[in-house]
Structures are given as C-alpha cells and as structure tokens.
C-alpha cells in the first residue's frame, strides 16, 4: 500500500485510513499538520511484523506453493501444469463437478496452471492478505479466504464470461477446466474495501482501485475467467460485511454462521449450475 499525499510505501501497522485514500502517519491529518517522523530502520519495521504477525496468509502461500510443487512432480511443467494428475483430478470442471466430483470446487482454488501464474497470485496475497488478516484477525482471515474460493468457484461456473482470440464469451462450457486462487484473493480485496469503507465512508479510494486494476487485467489477459473473480469478489465483501457488522452482537457466532452460509449457497449455485438447474 502506499500513501495517497506523497505516494510512499506504507507498512499494515502505520497505515491510517483517511477520506481520501490510505496515508503515511506523517500526512494522516487531514490537515497535513502532522509533524514528519523519522523513517523506520529495517530492523524496526522488522520487529513490527513480529509483533502483528500474519500467520494464515504466510500458511496459505506456503501451501499454494507446496502444491505446485507437486504439480510439477506429478507431470506438470514450470510452464504448464495441465498434465499433472493433480490438476486432472483436482481443477475445476463442471461437468465432472455434476457427477459428483464436488471436491473441485475447493481444490481448484490451490491449484495454478503455471509458475507465472502462481507466483502473481502470491504476491497480491501476501501484499493485501497481510493488512486484512491483521484488521480482522486470523481465524476470521481464514474464514474469508476459503468462502471466497468457494464464491469464485461458483461465479467461474454461474458466470463462464472469458474471452480467447480477441472474442469474449459467455457461453457455458461443462469441459473447460479452471484453477487458481484468483476467486479467493479477489475476495480478500473485496474484505480491504469494506473495511476501507467502513472507515472513511468512501468506496473511491485504494482498494477499489486496486479492484478495478486487477479486473481489467482479466479482461486483457486470454483464458481468465472473469466469472471467477466476480464470484470471488462478491463472496468476499458478504462474508466480510457479515463479520465486521456481528462482530459485537451476540450470539457470537452469528457473523461466522453467515459467513459459512455464504459458503454453503454458493457450493449450491454451483451444483445447481452443473446440473442444469440454473
């Protein structure tokens, strides 16, 4: 993240949510009158981290890259992993999804179908996962993550809209095959903008640029799937709303509950969707 008055980087611990954007602590009055501190050593900044660690979002790269470890040791190559028995087994497919395959709507979210491919993904997790697992907490970081990969699970099958060759389309196709954390880290974007919201009152800050960007560079790139990301999305900003509005009202597990409800209308769709249903 950086700062929106002088466009410095800024740490998850020393980031302040202003009207207008995030900003460093030396402009987060609005005023600007905020005196300028000293930069942070490595070594400070280091010890801030350890004490507002981010372990899920660390185990969920750790993970992602364990797997595609095994992609390649199962017939996958660095550039290309559709050979590999873990991404036949474990990608999502909607046909083979509506015969009772239902894992792979879970599985696919940890599966990449290349080394570029994983590592983009990673980078934006750990960049945004970080700030939102410390706003929320981690068991509640997790929660998210995996209803979203779920939400987007759905929306890839709900909404096949991709394009290839320069022509988009939305029709459904039952044998296409999709994987990748895209739908789950969208999510997490959509978790960084209602807390942004929630805030500063303003959906026109960092976050939602950082949504728009990254969709329009699913409509640039060939064979994305933009349901996907959509899904993600809006599973993503539910789950979190549903969090952050019960997280004082009881019964306490009111919030986590509707987050799984998320979860579970959204394994839902997609069965439905695979059995010709919807």
Not at 223 to 252: D, K
Request: hydrophobic share 50%.
């Amino acid at each position: 993240m950086s700062c929106s008055e002088c466009g410095r980087g800024i740490c998850p611990d020393c980031m302040v949510f202003a009207p207008v954007g995030i900003r460093c602590p030396d402009h987060a009055s609005v005023g600007g009158g905020a005196k300028p501190r000293p930069a942070r050593t490595a070594r400070q900044m280091q010890m801030t981290f350890a004490r507002h660690p981010a372990p899920v979002t660390v185990v969920l790269i750790v993970a992602n890259l364990v797997v595609f470890v095994a992609m390649l040791a199962t017939g996958g190559s660095v550039g290309n992993t559709f050979q590999s028995s873990l991404f036949q087994n474990g990608a999502l497919v909607g046909a083979l999804v509506g015969q009772g395959d239902w894992w792979r709507l879970f599985t696919a979210t940890f599966l990449h179908a290349s080394i570029i491919h994983v590592a983009l993904n990673m980078f934006v997790l750990w960049v945004i996962g970080t700030v939102v697992e410390q706003a929320l907490g981690s068991w509640r970081f997790i929660l998210i993550y995996l209803v979203s990969g779920l939400a987007g699970s759905a929306g890839a099958l709900l909404i096949p809209l991709s394009h290839s060759g320069g022509q988009f389309t939305m029709q459904y196709n039952p044998f296409v095959a999709t994987v990748g954390a895209s739908g789950a880290i969208f999510g997490i974007m959509g978790s960084l903008l209602v807390l942004e919201y929630l805030q500063t009152g303003s959906l026109a800050g960092q976050a939602m640029a950082m949504i728009v960007v990254n969709l329009v560079i699913g409509f640039a790139v060939p064979n994305v799937s933009i349901g996907g990301h959509l899904g993600g999305l809006i599973g993503g900003i539910l789950a979190t709303y549903a969090l952050v509005r019960t997280r004082y009202r009881r019964p306490n597990f009111l919030g986590p509950a509707l987050v799984l409800l998320v979860g579970v209308l959204s394994v839902a769709l997609a069965l439905a969707r695979t059995r010709g249903r919807v």
